[in-house]
């Protein structure tokens, strides 16, 4: 049961075109989602994070839209770059205390072509 | 070092023998994180420390797994009698505060179980 939904194996953009990204979650209860960018044989990097208590949050070409009604979040790369050819994947955690434990979607693998 | 490291990065072994698996988080970082990547999926927790204090196990498999911090810095991950399926990429990642959500990840340990 896939709490975080990528429904969106690969994403194929030109450079300097936008790049959208997509995310579903079933559990109302989330109240933090994240997206990680990853390259092969790498770690996850942080990218960009969201609190539900926001609908949009925007750092350099990246922008995090939330629509909390719908369950659904959005990650746009404005202009894409060769660079951003990589694995992304969406995460969601929720509560308070301690154990913010991130539950990640499946990922999207993105291929900007020059 | 600036950031997570794991060892060793790739470990191959026969079904039936025990690894351990050694991380080393951002100095200074409170949360230590685990998580289990299989091919084509998500990272899925498996378990996370507060200092030397396991706080949640509940993403374990099976108790063949093991997981330690014994000084808070350190973690260790044990598998005893590997199987096939515990062939994956485990991940470990840090955070300095347990309330936040950025955590960052090492670049994980390959296991793969003949």
């Known amino acids: 049961d896939q709490q975080v939904k990528q429904n969106s194996p690969s994403l194929s953009v030109q450079e300097g075109r936008i790049s959208i990204l997509n995310c579903d979650y079933t559990n109302s209860m989330f109240d933090y989602f994240l997206w990680y960018k990853k390259y092969p044989a790498e770690g996850p990097t942080f990218l960009i994070s969201?609190?539900?208590i926001k609908d949009k949050n925007e750092d350099g070409r990246f922008t995090v839209f939330l629509n909390k009604s719908a369950k659904h979040l959005s990650l746009h790369i404005v202009p894409s770059q060769p660079g951003d050819s990589a694995v992304y994947f969406c995460?969601?955690?929720?509560?308070?205390?301690?154990?913010?434990?991130?539950?990640w979607g499946l990922g999207t693998s993105l291929a900007v072509n020059p | 070092g600036a950031g997570v490291s794991q060892s060793p990065r790739y470990k191959v072994a026969k079904r039936g023998q025990d690894v351990a698996l050694r991380c080393d988080p951002i100095s200074g970082h409170v949360s230590l994180f685990w998580y289990q990547q299989a091919l084509g999926q998500g990272p899925e927790f498996l378990t996370y420390?507060?200092?030397?204090?396991?706080?949640?196990k509940s993403g374990l498999p099976s108790d063949r797994f093991f997981a330690e911090r014994p000084e808070g810095s350190v973690s260790t991950l044990k598998i005893q009698r590997t199987q096939q399926e515990d062939s994956a990429v485990y991940l470990c990642?840090?955070?300095?505060?347990?309330?936040?959500?950025?955590?960052?990840f090492g670049p994980g340990t390959r296991l793969t179980v003949l």
């Open positions: 420390f507060q200092n030397e204090a396991q706080l949640d």
């Open positions: 995460a969601a955690t929720r509560g308070a205390g301690n154990n913010r434990k991130l539950i």
């Open positions: 969201i609190s539900s």
């Open positions: 990642a840090s955070s300095l505060d347990p309330l936040r959500d950025q955590q960052f």
